[in-house]
């Protein structure tokens, strides 16, 4: 379970007049389920990239259960990562050369180091469940809606307290994008995770139930 509190949390970029991100104060209740909206270039990758601590917190908190993310540093924030983060990000990062299954289970080994007991069997459970019908399959040779799919359930691999997306339905074409997105409701659900997800999907947003807009950096939730 895991809750967020952001204050004044400002982003800005060498050549833009305004913050790219201004947030004086966003809150989410530990499992509480919130799509984020917001027309190209509002701010929303920028967003996502600072709650999860892929990028530094320049000025301001985003604080998860009382650890300020804006406290770490690079290597700390990855560890946090690793430990509590589940992502989906818009293009897969998959490793060529691996195949479906191993890449579910590389960010835990690396994590581990050596697959912990159960793992394989809940990335079989979790590949099964979004329909990825062959593991063994190389991902280079996976169609585009299929490494979307490797992705998610790598995401999902450990039960992570946070899982964030950004636009998970976006690759896949009407059936496969409801059912990657009903996976992703269904298992923060299942596991109490807190779950953001940025997207223009109309039936995703449906299912995630609440709605907050970016504009111009600014949320209104
Ligand atoms: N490293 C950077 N240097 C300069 N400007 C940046 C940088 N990263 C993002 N920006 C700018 O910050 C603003 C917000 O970008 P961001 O990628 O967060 O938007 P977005 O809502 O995710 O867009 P999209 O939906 O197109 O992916 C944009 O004006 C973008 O050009």
Avoid at 21 to 43: E, K
Avoid at 113 to 139: H, S, Y
Avoid at 154 to 167: C, H, Q, S, T, W
């Amino acid at each position: 379970m895991a809750r967020l509190a952001i204050r004044n949390l400002v982003a800005r970029f060498p050549g833009l007049d305004q913050p790219a991100l201004d947030v004086p104060a966003f809150d989410l209740d530990a499992g509480a389920r919130i799509a984020l909206r917001g027309p190209s270039g509002s701010g929303k990758t920028t967003f996502l990239n600072m709650l999860t601590g892929l990028a530094r917190v320049p000025e301001g908190h985003v604080t998860w259960d009382g650890i300020d993310l804006a406290t770490l540093g690079e290597g700390a924030r990855d560890r946090w990562r690793a430990a509590n983060v589940g992502l989906v990000m818009q293009d897969f990062h998959l490793f060529p050369g691996l195949s479906a299954l191993e890449n579910v289970l590389l960010p835990r080994r690396l994590r581990w180091r050596g697959a912990e007991k159960g793992a394989r069997e809940e990335a079989l459970g979790l590949l099964r469940r979004t329909g990825v019908p062959r593991p063994d399959q190389p991902v280079e040779t996976l169609s585009r809606g299929q490494s979307q799919r490797v992705a998610v359930a790598r995401a999902l691999l450990g039960r992570p307290a946070i899982l964030v997306a950004d636009e998970p339905t976006a690759s896949l074409d009407a059936e496969a994008g409801a059912a990657v997105g009903a996976l992703l409701t269904d298992l923060a659900r299942e596991t109490g995770a807190t779950l953001v997800v940025a997207t223009h999907d109309p039936e995703l947003i449906e299912r995630i139930g609440r709605v907050a807009h970016l504009t111009a950096g600014r949320l209104a939730a």
